[in-house]
């Protein structure tokens, strides 16, 4: 049996190459992983409806009989020192872009591996050092997959 961290790794590793090979991830990729250590790769449309990706996941989860599962997704950032500015990452006129891969398991246990795109002068894109948000407690419609709550 395999465990979260062993998942987080290879999930990673997987997503870094694909980033490398095509210079970007391109659609959204779920590792799941049952009791028995049998894995199952999902390749999501990007256009798709995030609750909607958030619902068919979680049923994929339970169909599955997964017990852990990682994700990978490009996604906006971006800080502000300014507590009133609610706008999103993606209107952000200071953003920046990022390969995001986060993982739970049936435990509630969760980790994440953020890695900050850069982009060259002529836009040639690569891949910062991975680094491990201190966050622990994750939330909203991509967190808590194995959770009773408002997405399930």
């Known amino acids: 049996?395999?465990?979260?961290?062993?998942l987080m790794k290879t999930h990673t590793r997987a997503a870094k190459a694909r980033f490398r090979e095509d210079g970007a991830l391109g659609p959204q990729r779920w590792l799941l992983e049952n009791a028995e250590g049998v894995r199952t790769l999902f390749v999501l449309a990007t256009d798709i409806d995030k609750d909607a990706v958030a619902?068919?996941?979680r049923a994929a989860i339970k169909n599955y009989g997964a017990v852990r599962f990682a994700m990978a997704v490009e996604i906006w950032t971006a800080s502000t020192d300014d507590p009133?500015?609610?706008?999103?990452?993606?209107?952000?006129?200071?953003?920046?872009e990022a390969l995001f891969v986060y993982g739970e398991d049936v435990g509630g246990d969760q980790?994440?591996?953020?890695?900050?795109?850069?982009?060259?002068?002529?836009?040639t894109p690569t891949l910062g050092r991975a680094a491990a948000p201190e966050v622990t407690d994750y939330q909203g419609r991509f967190a808590n997959m194995f959770a009773v709550g408002p997405y399930n």
Do not use: F, W, Y
């Not at 009133?84 to 990452?89: F, K, L, V």
């Not at 980790?111 to 836009?123: N, W, Y």
């Open 111 to 123: 980790q994440s591996v953020l890695m900050e795109i850069k982009r060259a002068p002529d836009g």
């Open 1 to 6: 049996m395999s465990t979260l961290d062993a």
């Open 55 to 57: 619902a068919l996941m």
């Open 84 to 96: 009133s500015d609610r706008r999103p990452p993606s209107e952000h006129p200071n953003r920046g």
